[in-house]
């Protein structure tokens, strides 16, 4: 059960747009589309920005968005903004009842 | 409001046990799956474990099975983990987490604020 596997940090300038990946296999990612995606701002509880790939929660901005090719997916942030810098996480249903995260990535707005 | 409230956390020594207590309000307890989220000092995100609405289905890493034991007491309104044989790589904050919807088992979409779990002599 490893660590789905995303970079360690991503950058970009207001207003640009950055994608982060999370890479699995074909055990996790590649079979299931239970996958979602965490905003963490330091020292504070995660928050669920994406579900279900590519589904968004109540509240969060249209701006985060989700997709998924084989055993990899990502989120990209469009129309980066100041209060996105934050550590990013995917999580993948990895079948018997068993959950993955990936490795997280930071988010550094320029 | 969806309050969840965790408790239990503390010191304790390698190959000790511990039981992490989370009290849940603002919510019907019994029509969500629960969830154990942990993350070590500086460290990232680990799914722990998840129990269905009733307490018949749990799962559990691979890091903890055999060791960790998740229920509820519906009753109550109260998710637990007792936590068994703690190694020092278990020492981490331990949040409760809700599902996002009383038809979902696989997302965490309510958070606790977390209840730090020291392991160490």
């Known amino acids: 059960q490893s660590a789905l596997t995303q970079p360690r940090s991503v950058s970009g300038s207001p207003g640009q747009s950055v994608t982060i990946s999370c890479t699995g296999t074909?055990?996790?990612?590649?079979?299931?589309?239970?996958v979602s995606w965490y905003q963490q701002h330091p020292g504070k509880a995660p928050k669920l920005m994406i579900f279900?790939?590519?589904k968004r929660p109540s509240g969060v901005p249209d701006r985060f968005s989700g997709s998924k090719s084989g055993n990899t997916v990502s989120l990209t942030i469009s129309g980066l903004q100041a209060e996105d810098e934050a550590d990013y996480y995917c999580?993948?249903?990895?079948?018997?009842?068993?959950?993955?995260f990936g490795t997280g990535t930071k988010v550094t707005v320029l | 409001e969806v309050q969840l409230v965790e408790s239990g956390g503390g010191l304790v020594q390698p190959g000790g046990s511990l039981r992490l207590s989370c009290a849940a309000s603002?919510?019907?307890?019994?029509?969500?799956?629960m969830h154990w989220v942990r993350q070590a000092p500086g460290g990232g995100l680990v799914w722990v474990s998840r129990?269905?609405?009733?307490?018949?289905?749990?799962g559990y890493a691979d890091s903890v099975k055999g060791r960790f034991t998740i229920s509820r007491d519906n009753a109550k309104n109260t998710l637990y983990l007792q936590m068994n044989s703690l190694r020092a790589e278990d020492t981490a904050v331990y949040y409760c987490?809700?599902?996002?919807?009383?038809?979902?088992?696989?997302?965490?979409?309510?958070w606790g604020q977390g209840t730090l779990v020291t392991v160490s002599s």
């Open positions: 074909s055990s996790d990612v590649g079979a299931y589309n239970y």
């Open positions: 129990i269905n609405t009733d307490g018949s289905l749990t």
């Open positions: 987490t809700r599902d996002i919807s009383p038809t979902s088992g696989s997302y965490s979409n309510y």
């Open positions: 279900d790939v590519s």
């Open positions: 999580c993948s249903y990895a079948g018997s009842h068993r959950f993955v």
């Open positions: 603002g919510f019907t307890f019994s029509s969500f799956w």
